[in-house]
Structures are given as C-alpha cells and as structure tokens.
C-alpha cells in the first residue's frame, strides 16, 4: 500500500513525475542549462565566442572535413582554468585550411583550400614562422590536422556547432537574469499593492496598467537604445518590462489571502507589515509565481532572439541564435536551410521546453485538485 503524503509538496511532486512531457522538458531545461555552463568543453572551436574564422570554407555542409595548418603564438598567454571555461581560450593562433603540402627546396609549401573546384594559392613558410626548435620535417605531424565541422560552417567560415553551444548561454542568461529581476520587482510592487490597497494600490495598478498598454517589444527596444546596445544592457531591459505579469498575479494572491485567519493572528500578535508580507503571506503564494516565472523565462528568449535578429541584443562576435538567424535566414532559398533552421528549432524547443514544464507546473501546484 501506498503511503500517504504528509505535505502538499509531496503531493504536487508526485503529481509532476506522473506527467510525462513535464518531466522530459524538465530534463531538457537542466541539460541545456549544463551544456549553457560547460559550453567551452564540448565546443570543437574552444575560442573566444567560439570566433575562429576561415573565409575559404564558408557556408559548408554538416560533416565537412579539412585538413587545417594551425601555427601557434609565439607569445603564449596565461590563463587560469576558471577564465577558460567562463571565456573561452585566449587563442591568438593561426589557422590555414589547407589543400596539400609538401617539403621541397629546404622549405614548407602549402597549397591553400579555395574550393572543391578551385586550386588555392601555393606559399613557402620558412621556418621563422613556428616555434623555435621546430624542424622541417616535424611540421606536418605537429602542427597539421584533419579538422571536422559536423554541423558544418557559416557564411563567415566558423563551427556551427561551437556557435550554437556557445550561443545557448547567451539564452539561458538573458532567462535567469530577466525572471529575477522581473521577480523581485513584481513581487515587490504586487504584494505592497495588494496588501495596503487604498491609494498605494490605485498608483501601483496606474503604473502597471500603463506599462501593460505599451507593446513589449517597442518598450526593450526604447529602453535598449537607451541603456546602449551590449549583453547586460538587454538583460536589464527585458527584466524591467516583465515585472508587470508577475505584480498583477502577485496583486491578487495578496488579496485574497491577507483575510486569512493566520495573517490575522500575525496582526493580533503585533508583528509588522513587512515582516507579515514577506515571512506569513509570499511563501504561501508562490505557487502561481513559480508558474509564471516559467512562462516569463520562455518569453525572455523569444523576446532577446528578437532583438538580436533586429541586430539591437547581443552583439558580434558573441554568438546569439536569434543573430545566427538574421545571418543565414537568406540561405533558406540558397540551398543551405539548415543554417538558418538549426537555431530557429534550438530556439523553438527550448521555448516549448519551458512551456510544457510551466503546464505541468501549474497542474501539480493546483490546490483544487
């Protein structure tokens, strides 16, 4: 037999596992958000916003492989682990793809890659070029590798692949970073709101009610051209217009628990009003916030996609889908969708990922049932 659960947390645990799709999205978001912070290990192009560019293979198709002459610096920079994993490596090496080589004349030659049909420009490089030591013969086993794009290139030449595993931090930021700063506001503005009423209320639901009447994408874009365009600048300004979703729900909840027999005995008991705010009434209101916070982070990556398409989000070089989109949507009747297609679909199911998790969110949290 069963047993029973003690608490209504339980309770709505269990009810969440029952739920396929929540919990497979849920799985989805925490695999996302750990490939988002470990980007840099999985990323075939480990650089700097994954931005190793090579004109000569742009626009290749998934599975390309070259052959790549990497010279390496002669001033080797130092870098701690931490910064390489949050930034990527300092990489300040050269990269040639290359056709063929050989040795001749007491000198390297390279044939560079052009094209499948083309014949690229044949150089000697001496020996000046690579580290100090180096001898002829050990070039082409040291410095020469088989370099393989399985997502292919785009039209500047870097790994799709990189870009896109790097551009899945840019979304995961813009996420968190626009919920808190939507949550701390909303719940602020909504639970003052709800629980003095009177005037305060009458301003507060002024305030939301003009912000409500303001298109939300009119609004980040006012706001970005004036913070000025940048990663941060888009973060605060989707954060500052979402709050209002989060005080409404807030609003009501405060409402219609402030009557509660507890609070009462919390007023009778001298405790202030902050204190029964914040300690009494908000962890008892939580659930729909929660619920929201779930639909608002969805709709903070769509909204930052759209501002990077429109080219006022994230700017070159860091990798941002809705950019990568904006870069190849022209590909689409090129030949070459999937360059465009493959952010369009990362973008699409992590948005649907925070959708169906909110749903079951709000079916497990349902106190009615």
């Not at 029973?4 to 799709?21: D, G, M, V, Y």
């Not at 870097?158 to 840019?170: E, F, P, Q, Y």
């Not at 700063?181 to 009177?198: D, E, P, Q």
């Amino acid at each position: 037999m069963a047993e029973r659960p003690n608490s209504l947390t339980q309770l709505a645990l269990q009810k969440f596992k029952k739920n396929f799709w929540g919990v497979f999205s849920f799985w989805f978001i925490v695999f996302c958000g750990l490939i988002a912070l470990t980007c840099y290990i999985f990323a075939p192009d480990d650089s700097a916003n994954a931005n190793q560019m090579h004109v000569s293979i742009h626009s290749k198709s998934p599975g390309f492989s070259v052959e790549m002459l990497r010279i390496p610096s002669k001033e080797q920079q130092e870098q701690s682990l931490l910064d390489r994993l949050l930034y990527g490596k300092n990489d300040s090496a050269t990269e040639i793809p290359i056709a063929s080589h050989e040795i001749r004349d007491e000198q390297f030659f390279i044939t560079e890659y052009a094209s499948e049909e083309q014949k690229g420009l044949t150089k000697g490089l001496s020996l000046d070029r690579f580290p100090e030591g180096t001898k002829l013969e050990e070039i082409p086993s040291i410095y020469i590798e088989t370099k393989k794009f399985h997502w292919g290139t785009d039209k500047y030449g870097r790994d799709l692949l990189s870009r896109m595993l790097v551009g899945a931090r840019i979304s995961f930021s813009i996420g968190f970073v626009a919920v808190l700063i939507s949550l701390v506001i909303g719940i602020f503005f909504g639970a003052i709101a709800g629980y003095f009423g009177g005037k305060i209320d009458a301003a507060v639901m002024w305030l939301i009610n003009v912000m409500w009447s303001i298109p939300t994408l009119l609004l980040v874009i006012a706001i970005t051209l004036a913070l000025g365009k940048g990663f941060w600048q888009v973060f605060i300004a989707v954060g500052l217009t979402m709050w209002v979703e989060v005080a409404r729900v807030v609003r009501g909840q405060v409402i219609s628990v402030k009557e509660m027999q507890y609070v009462t005995a919390a007023r009778a008991l001298g405790y202030r009003d902050l204190r029964i705010i914040f300690r009494h009434i908000l962890p008892n209101i939580m659930a729909p916030v929660i619920v929201i916070s779930a639909a608002n982070f969805a709709a903070a990556i769509l909204i930052e996609s759209g501002l990077s398409f429109l080219g006022i989000g994230a700017q070159p070089p860091t990798p941002s889908w809705g950019a990568m989109i904006k870069d190849h949507y022209s590909y689409i009747i090129l030949g070459k969708p999937y360059l465009a297609m493959i952010p369009g679909l990362a973008i699409m199911s992590l948005v649907m990922a925070f959708m169906l998790m909110g749903n079951a969110l709000r079916d497990a949290l349902d106190v009615k049932t």
